[in-house]
Every structure is written in structure tokens, then in C-alpha cells.
């Protein structure tokens, strides 16, 4: 049994002092650089530091992942909205051919999609309108639509206007092109 005490020989139990001066000795030097370690960070406050430092990096990259998955949606639906025409005049000819045929949900879809990534304001609008008996006067209004003399610089935009008596505009249809689906939609009228 060559490393239990011996009781009767002090001589060899010297053998076994040095290893333990040895864990003794790295157990302090640990404790030091430890202490050096945590003064160096600035104590309490520089380890805090650290730990908001990487809070706040873990609380972008989410708001980051969060704006990606929402600008991925938002190209997903805007790709997928396909009702319109190729051009200014063809989407204003498909939404008074869905109105003289009474197709109102069809003819919601030639507007342009809001923030919230929907129409239901358009679709209410024509639901009222229909109720009100006042789809004939919006395709009447509808058909006297005429390209504006002055169009927007941006080749995406594009206004209609029916002329008063006096020369002046009376309505305005403003279009843009949905540069995902390439059709061009209804943003006001």
C-alpha cells in the first residue's frame, strides 16, 4: 500500500507533502486570476456591462429575424396578388367590367393592398356602395376616367381624371404598378 499514511515512519509521509503543496498552490493561483479577471472587466459593473452588451445583440438579432420573416410575407403576398392588368388601362378596363357584372368581390381585388397587408376597406367601400344602389354612378363615373395630361416621373405611378365643366379634375383614380406581380393596382379614387 504505497499511498496511505504511515504512522510509524514520518519519513514517508514527506513524499505526499509536496503534491498537495502543488493542488494548494494552483487552487490560489486560480483564486488570484479569477479575482484579476473580474477586476480587469471592471468588477460587478463591467461583467453587467458585458451581459447587456450581449443582451442587447441577442435582442437585435431577434427584432432582425422578426423584420426578415415580415419582409418575407410581405413580398409572399404581394407576389401572389395577380389581379390587374400590365398596364394602367387594362386594370381600370377588368375592375368596370367586374363592377357592370355585379362582381364587387372581384372588383376589390384590383386595389392596391394597405399596410396591414389588406383591402377590406376597398371591399367594404363597394359592398356599401352595391347596397346603396350606387354601383351604376361608379361605373358611369368610372368610364369617363381619362390618362391624367400630367403624369408622375416614377414610371410606376399613374393618375386618371375625369374633367369637370370648368376643365378642372372632378376625380382622380391614382394607380401604382405592384412591382412583385408586375399589375397595376388601385390606390385611390
Do not use: C
Not at 493561483?29 to 479575482?35: D, P
Not at 407576389?79 to 368596370?96: A, N, R, S, V, W
Not at 383591402?119 to 361605373?139: F, N, P, V, Y
Amino acid at each position: 500500500m504505497e499511498n496511505q499514511t504511515n504512522f510509524n515512519n514520518p519519513s514517508a509521509n514527506l513524499n505526499n507533502q509536496p503534491k498537495k503543496h502543488r493542488v494548494a498552490w494552483i487552487i490560489i493561483a486560480s483564486i488570484i486570476i479569477l479575482v484579476a479577471l473580474f477586476l480587469l472587466f471592471g468588477g460587478y459593473d463591467g461583467i453587467k456591462g458585458v451581459y447587456n452588451n450581449w443582451q442587447d445583440r441577442k435582442n437585435a438579432a431577434l427584432m432582425i429575424k422578426g423584420y426578415n420573416e415580415m419582409m418575407d410575407k410581405i413580398s409572399k403576398t404581394l407576389t401572389e396578388d395577380t389581379y390587374g392588368g400590365k398596364t394602367p388601362q387594362e386594370t381600370l378596363d377588368m375592375f368596370i367590367d367586374a363592377l357592370e357584372k355585379g362582381n364587387i368581390e372581384l372588383a376589390g381585388k384590383y386595389f392596391a393592398l394597405d399596410d396591414n397587408l389588406s383591402r377590406q376597406k376597398w371591399e367594404d367601400g363597394l359592398k356599401q356602395a352595391q347596397d346603396g344602389g350606387k354601383i351604376t354612378e361608379i361605373i358611369n363615373v368610372t368610364k369617363k376616367f381619362i390618362p391624367a395630361t400630367e403624369q408622375s416621373i416614377l414610371e410606376t405611378e399613374y393618375d386618371f381624371i375625369v374633367l369637370g365643366d370648368g376643365g378642372l379634375a372632378d376625380y382622380l383614380m391614382h394607380m401604382r404598378l405592384n412591382e412583385y406581380s408586375k399589375v397595376w393596382k388601385i390606390v385611390s379614387m
